[in-house]
């Protein structure tokens, strides 16, 4: 029988619906989250040994365009403080050459800085306007194909998280092209859910001034691959290029990956028309066994969220390609990252993002990555 106390104000509660309530909070803050449930720590360490070149598997420049404040602390760049301001960087990152496709090898307090064993960030470059840092990177892209891909992270991601995930991800996908990591003020604690959602809110103009830039840089391509609560942030954004009449940047848009998205399936469905079918349709990630979306949902009401979604017909719909990724193994305990750490997957994601000869070759690509979830 439910019990009924009361609350403030002098409002009756329903004493076991309110408990549940918070027993559910409560396990939801136990998530680990997008970039593992750890704080921002230090990118920047000590000296970094000097190792054979034969020994790293690849060094890679990541672009930075941020709304994080910089950090106190050198050595970590940038901490979850929201900026009302627009960041860059350049940040170089090694890849070892014991390096395992689909994981990130990151150094344990006390280990040494061994580039031969770990991802290490060996240089980082600020810049102090945007001119300065479109020059960079047109200087960049055009070394590199005229290319562009864009990495919006998601929620409880520290800026160290953000830089080696993308770092993985170019370096397992075979990406060629110049990648730029859009790093909105995520506070990287599993606490953090509302501070999170309203920090990739207040991020939205930002990646649209972004996106905006990279179009006049000389890209003759820009993808973009979304992960989690990062699909909010592009999708809003997405939505305000469609309100303004540049919804494909000038047709220099290429593929949108959103993976494992956490947006509710109206809001999602809301964005849609409003953005209308896309000419290139949007890839969507699906996995009905993401443990963290399965919480997210909970904590919105017991409302789905359109990473576990099971119809996909009704998404597809809308002019995105709905690929399911059940049957797909994750390494992580909640299954929210298949679409980096699955091996096969990361490598087809990449596949399909370096393709540039029309639709048919993409149809084939995009049939292989849902083949891969049968």
Not at 159 to 185: C, E, M, N
């Amino acid at each position: 029988m439910s019990r009924r106390v009361e609350g403030p104000f002098g409002l009756e509660w329903n004493f076991d619906v309110h408990l549940k309530t918070i027993c559910i909070l409560a396990l939801a803050l136990l998530v680990a989250g997008c970039g593992g449930g750890r704080k921002t720590e230090e990118l920047l360490g000590s000296a970094v040994m000097s190792v054979p070149v034969t020994e790293i598997a690849g060094n890679h420049s990541i672009f930075i365009a941020t709304t994080r404040k910089p950090s106190d602390d050198p050595n970590k760049v940038f901490d979850g403080e929201r900026s009302a301001t627009l960041n860059y960087a350049r940040v170089n990152v090694t890849v070892p050459g014991t390096h395992t496709t689909g994981q990130i090898e990151r150094r344990s307090r006390g280990k040494s800085n061994d580039p031969t064993k770990y991802f290490m960030a060996s240089e980082v470059v600020g810049y102090d306007t945007q001119p300065k840092f479109a020059s960079a990177l047109s200087t960049d892209i055009a070394a590199r194909g005229d290319r562009v891909m864009v990495f919006v992270h998601g929620y409880n991601t520290g800026f160290d998280d953000a830089v080696y995930r993308l770092t993985q991800i170019v370096h397992d996908s075979g990406y060629p092209g110049t990648p730029v990591l859009f790093s909105w003020a995520s506070g990287a604690k599993t606490t953090d859910y509302v501070y999170d959602k309203e920090s990739a809110s207040a991020a939205r103009d930002q990646l649209e001034v972004t996106l905006r830039m990279l179009a006049q840089t000389g890209a003759r391509r820009i993808d973009i691959v979304a992960h989690s609560m990062g699909t909010w942030v592009t999708m809003e954004t997405l939505r305000q290029l469609a309100i303004t009449g540049d919804r494909d940047l000038g047709g220099k848009l290429g593929d949108v990956v959103l993976a494992s998205p956490d947006i509710d399936v109206d809001v999602f469905k809301s964005q849609m028309r409003r953005y209308g079918k896309p000419n290139k349709p949007f890839i969507l990630l699906l996995s009905d066994d993401d443990r963290a979306l399965r919480l997210s949902g909970l904590i919105a009401g017991a409302r789905p969220r359109v990473g576990d979604y099971k119809d996909a017909a009704d998404l597809a719909s809308y002019g995105v390609t709905v690929v399911d990724l059940s049957k797909v193994k994750g390494s992580d305990s909640f299954n929210h990252t298949k679409f980096a750490d699955n091996p096969a997957l990361v490598k087809m994601i990449g596949q399909r993002l370096r393709e540039d000869d029309g639709f048919a070759s993409d149809r084939d690509v995009t049939d292989r990555i849902s083949l891969l979830g049968q």
